[in-house]
Nanobody
Framework: VQLVESGGGMVQPGGSLRLSCAAS????????MRWVRQAPGKGPEWVST????????YYADSVKGRFTISRDNAKNTLYLRMNSLKPEDTALYYC??????RGQGTQVTVSS
């Protein structure tokens, strides 16, 4: 049972990235999924949640209108499209199924 994120990197302010989270070992389509981030020296911050079918999505105010969460249940993969990135978006981003399962994370750095 695991979640593996990819797609992070360094980008200039205003740039875009798409993160992916590959799930295995459990029935992905049965679970709501979420993205969480943690900036250096700070606690975890919830970013977004998507329901099992992908029809309902929720966002933190800090990313609303800039980030888009989606999922492909056929591919057991969760995505986070991030546009108009800001330096304050710099963090380790990880996907989570629930309190018991999260990935190792992928680093996003927004800097000029």
């Amino acid at each position: 049972v695991q979640l593996v994120e990819s797609g992070g990197g360094m980008v200039q302010p205003g740039g875009s990235l798409r993160l992916s989270c590959a799930a295995s070992g459990f029935t992905f389509s049965n679970y709501d999924m979420r993205w969480v981030r943690q900036a250096p020296g700070k606690g975890p911050e919830w970013v977004s949640t998507i329901n099992t079918g992908g029809g309902r999505t929720y966002y933190a105010d800090s990313v609303k209108g800039r980030f888009t969460i989606s999922r492909d249940n056929a591919k057991n993969t969760l995505y986070l499209r991030m546009n108009s990135l800001k330096p304050e978006d710099t963090a380790l981003y990880y996907c989570a199924r629930d309190a018991r399962l999260r990935g190792q994370g992928t680093q996003v750095t927004v800097s000029s």
